[in-house]
């Protein structure tokens, strides 16, 4: 589905992403982790062209990204875009639309849907992230969990096959952390794609069908969740899990 | 009667306008009687007010003497102050406000090529006239269908406001359109923009004959320059009457007009003049009344203000997102293009603009006045209106483009749909505040002969010799204008706000 070869990037000299090769399958549901800085929202944001690299290339499906972003690049971006959905850690919400605006905003213009079609595919999509009483509501009066459970379904309301999520459970309380897990684990019985940056373990167990560790710029360790977060083999994921420390306490 | 103007040097005069009503006030406060002889031959110096920047004959800067002035009307004060037993004094002082000036204190005497007019002889003292002109219509060379004054009715003609010729061709029903500078209504009728122009002989023999595309159609009237002295030195104004005599049955005023080209035989008339003529000319005191048929012009000038600043607003609100855009999602050189765009709009003044758009490109780009107007004024307002955009784009978050752009959208599309929407209700105040600014400044385009509020007021205030009037309803219009506009923005960003 995806396939990422040596990527490439650098910020001001210092190398981000350092050489980062990386395959996801169709169905497969991937969580990527790693210490602070690692880059993976870097990498995250390089798989649907949000960020231009140095090196290396991005495929998606039957198109590839090549370095830099010349002009030559816009179809293809428009055409991996509408494949590849990405949930922000912000949301970003349309602050101007309301719910309902949100999630038919792309299916209307970019897609040509005609807006009674949209708004009932909407309104589908708003019940099934539980927001239907919620789709006259302008973002600035949805609470944080609601406005990424919108943000979800804007990025669905494209029928996409991956999705791409930026820490989806950063600003969640536990409960909807278990809720947010029951909406993906539904989304991923129905075969979509998922690549998730995420520091909550539970998550990724959860969820994941595989771990890729990120850090320095380089894929430091990858497997299943349960190899990679209990009995991680390299000394910096056993630090960043706090393994070493509960080992000698 | 009136001054050359060099346009390239003439300044706004909106601004001047005000003070000039300021000064007025001021001056209604207390006016010193006395003898306005006596304090010039005790000073002994005769200070006298023209304009410099004019150019030639009457009065200009001598190129030979820092400071210096030269024309015809500087060798007829020598001779009067002589007469008078002092020495002459000039005084720089803007044309326009020549009168306010003088009603100030700032001189002694306005000397400069100022006509006998019913309203300024109400306000001022004038001597027996030094000069009598001829008001001469030029026309096309290959248009036949202006043949005299009856010929001008419906037709668009290019003279001086608060003229006698002004007064004429209202009354033929003519299309008056008022200019203060004596090039450019040469230029406008050479161009098309008017049918036929009525000015001074002095005027038309060194700034329009000398044009190959325009003829004489003719002389159709005459007028007198005279100098104005203060209400209530009748002394002085003796004193330069006797003085003025004097010279002419000398010969000596003949000769300075010889000197400088004006003299013609209509001169004569000031040799024999006699105080039953100087009666006689002074007669007619008529004053216009402010009255309905005022009012309606006024309504319609406003009526013509609104329209420029709506349609220049229509032109400056699309070009400015446009460069607003330009500037910030361009390449290289369409970003530094609209760059410069706007510091070059920005950074010159919009009269200048005006100016160069109507009379200097007028070869080439062949505009009437409205349309050169909202043209002008468009494209320079909309170098502000990009700068107001480009501040509400840059206060929408990026991520809400990087969110239209991850949903497939090409950067235009998400610049339409999701980003300047959220833009606009952040520009939506400065726009506000530049749609007002825009209605006071379409005060300017009267520099190129459209009749807006400004003008309107100006023309109405010395005709009927008040400012206190015409001024009110002139502020009155404008407050009706720009208030309802500030209230209507604000309903707006309240509904915004909410949205
Ligand atoms: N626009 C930028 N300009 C300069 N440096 C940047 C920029 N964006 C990211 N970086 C740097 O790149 C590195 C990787 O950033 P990235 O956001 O990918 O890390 P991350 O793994 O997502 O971290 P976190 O877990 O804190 O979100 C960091 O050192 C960051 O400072
Ligand atoms: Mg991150």
Known sequence: MIDVKELRKRYDG??????????????????????????????????????????????????????????????????????????????????????????????????????????????????????????????????????QRVAIARALAMDPEVLLLD?????????????LVDLLAGLRAEGLTMVAVTHEMRFARELASRVLVLHGGRVIEEGVPDEVLTRPNHARTRAFLGLDRSARG | MEQPWSWATRPPHTWRWALAVLVLLCAACGHETGTG???????????????????????????????????????????????????????????????????RGSFDVALNGLEVTPARAGRVLFTRPYYVFQQRLMARLGDARITDLASLRGKRVGTLANSQAWDLLLRVGAQALPYEGVQEPYIDLEEGRLDAVLLDDIIAERY????????????????????????????????????????????????????????????????????????????????????WGQAVL???????????????????????????????????????????????????????????????????????????????????????????????????????LEAALSLGMPLRLALRRVVMPQAFRVALPGVTNDFIALLKDSSLVSVISVVELTKRMTITAVDVRS?????????????????????????LEARLERG
Request: proline content about 4%; some cysteine.
């Open chain 1, 14 to 147: 210092q190398a981000v992403l350092d050489g980062v090769s990386a395959t996801f399958a169709r169905g497969e549901v991937v969580a990527l982790v790693g210490p602070s800085g690692g880059g993976k929202s870097t990498f995250l944001r390089c798989l649907n062209g949000l960020e231009s690299f140095d090196a290396g290339s991005v495929r998606v499906g039957g198109d590839t990204l090549g370095p830099g972003c010349g002009r030559s690049q816009g179809a293809v971006l428009g055409r991996i875009r509408q494949r590849v959905g990405f949930v922000f850690q912000q949301w970003h919400l349309f602050a101007h639309r309301t719910a309902l605006g949100n999630v038919i905003e792309a299916p209307v213009f970019v897609r040509g849907l005609g807006v009674r079609e949209a708004t009932e595919r909407g309104r589908a999509l708003l019940a099934r992230v539980g927001l239907s009483h919620r789709e006259s509501a302008y973002p600035a009066a949805l609470s944080g969990g609601e406005q």
């Open chain 1, 167 to 179: 820490e989806p459970t950063s600003a969640l309380d536990p409960e909807r952390v278990g809720e």
């Open chain 2, 37 to 103: 002889l006596e304090r010039v031959r005790r000073a002994g110096v005769l200070r006298w007010g023209g304009d410099a920047q004019g150019g030639e004959p009457y009065v200009m800067e001598d190129p030979e003497q820092v400071g210096g002035v030269r024309g015809f009307e500087v060798e007829l004060a020598d001779a009067l102050a002589r007469e008078l037993g002092v020495r002459a004094a000039f005084v720089q002082n803007d044309w326009s406000n020549l009168i306010p000036s003088l009603d």
């Open chain 2, 208 to 291: 329009g004959q000398t044009r190959p595309r325009l003829r004489v159609v003719g002389d159709v009237g005459e007028g007198h320059y005279a100098i104005a002295v203060r209400p209530g030195e009748e002394d002085l104004r003796a004193a330069l009457d006797a003085a003025l005599t004097r010279l002419a049955r000398s010969g000596e005023l003949r000769a300075i007009f010889q000197r400088w080209h004006v003299d013609d035989d209509a001169e004569q008339r000031m040799v024999d003049w006699t105080e039953a003529d100087t009666k006689a000319l002074l007669a007619d005191t008529s004053t216009a009344h402010l009255g």
């Open chain 2, 298 to 400: 006024f309504l319609q000038a406003a009526g013509v203000t609104l329209l420029v600043s709506v349609l220049a607003m229509a032109v400056a609100i699309p070009l400015g997102v446009l460069l607003a855009l330009a500037r910030l999602y361009g390449n290289g050189v369409v970003s530094r293009a609209s760059t410069l765009y706007v510091e070059l709009l920005r950074g010159t003044p919009v009269l200048l603009q005006l100016y160069v758009l109507y009379y200097g490109l007028a070869g080439v780009l062949r505009l009437d006045a409205l349309s050169a107007s909202v043209v002008g004024l468009g494209l320079n307002y909309a170098a502000y209106e990009a700068e107001v955009y480009r501040a509400g784009v840059q206060a929408v978050p990026r991520g809400q």
């Open chain 2, 467 to 491: 400012w206190l009037v015409p001024g009110a309803l002139c502020a009155a219009l404008y407050l009706a204008m720009s208030y309802p506009l500030a209230r209507l923005a604000r309903r």
